[in-house]
């Protein structure tokens, strides 16, 4: 077996930094950023995220420089973030600009500024291995929120168990047989059994299930007039910061399904999963789909329905946290669905040791 498998995220070469730096990590969803400063706790890092006039999000390093007081405990104004305590005002690349009742400005007054990006309603934060550094590629794009075909909502949960739990789940959908059986689930053998194609390079695992005339799931049958059963896709793309998930499903014999351009009914998932700390995990996530009739209401059952899917994980995965911790050190044996969260894991550990270096 893996002596990575399903175990907590620091073991070996504990110098090391616990997480892959050089990568941009999900920061917010841009719906989250109003007019309120956003605090967010990211790799171990206190960030306060905010939009300034101009409607740019910014992100600085979560502590004013004079008493210390958490700068998102502060307000915006049309300038900046003003602290909370004694009124110091700061910009978006951190520098002090004003201190209430003093001309001088001392040139030591500035905090932190993290490279952000905003794009396809995704906020971005990249915290590098050298500070100095500006970040060596852009964010990923994510087309599903910017095409015409599909309406996308989400939601941004807190985890209490470590990111690498979450990308095991997320890569083995053998699950959703005995977890999601009252949404996207359906018979647990046929998910088992379903041919399943695993690829993978240095920074990606990729997924591929089909399953063949089906009995459609619960929120598939809600969403979509299948005739009767159905033939099921599911592609999984694991990177470093996130997983896109698509799945769907046509009417059992009617088009091939390994075509992107395929017909029937899709759901495609964004999972933006960034580590807090070495032990909890922010989890961000949209969902996007197609519906051809009533194509409110029917999103509208698709986000509730996938919300509540993924509340079920998060009962699933904070329980075997929690035994993890109250079983320590005990061996884990891998099965047949272990496979692409194995390789995620190795992934993530390569870089890790190789960034220390
Ligand atoms: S603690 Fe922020 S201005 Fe004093
Ligand atoms: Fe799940």
Known sequence: MSDLAAQPVKQKTEHLPPFPLNQWYVAALSRELKDEPVARMMLGNPIVLFRNADGEVAALED????????????????????????????NSQGQCTEIPGQEKIPRRARVK????????????????????????????????????????????????????????N???????????????????KVHMNAQMDVSSDEKSVHVVRHMLDSEPPPTYTAAYPFKGRVDRWQEIEFHISHLRIWTGAVDAGSEPIDNPSRGGFHMRGFH?????????????????????????????????????????????????????????????????????????????????TRSGK
């Open 170 to 188: 997320l890569l083995d959908l053998s699950h959703l047989g005995y977890v999601h059986l009252k949404t996207i689930g359906g018979n647990a």
């Open 272 to 352: 933006g999963i960034t580590p807090e700390t070495e032990t909890t995990s922010h989890y961000f996530w949209t969902i996007a789909s197609n519906p051809t009739e009533n194509q409110e209401e029917v999103m509208k059952k698709v986000v509730d329905q996938t919300a509540y899917t993924f509340e079920e994980d998060k009962e699933v995965i904070e329980a075997q946290y929690r035994n993890m911790i109250d079983f320590p050190g005990e061996p884990m044996i891998d099965i047949h669905v272990d496979a692409a969260p194995n390789r995620a894991r190795r992934i993530i550990e390569h870089l890790r």
């Open 113 to 168: 500024a993290y490279p952000v990006k905003e794009q396809d309603d995704i906020v971005w934060i990249w915290f590098g291995e050298d500070a100095n550094e500006p970040p060596a590629f852009e964010p990923p794009r994510y087309s599903p929120h910017r095409s015409d075909q599909y309406f996308f909502d989400g939601g941004v949960f807190h985890y209490q168990a470590p990111y690498q739990l979450i990308h095991d």
């Open 63 to 90: 502590r004013c420089c004079h008493r210390a007081l958490p700068l998102s405990c502060g307000t915006l104004e049309p300038d900046g973030l003003r602290c909370g305590y004694h009124g110091m005002l700061y």
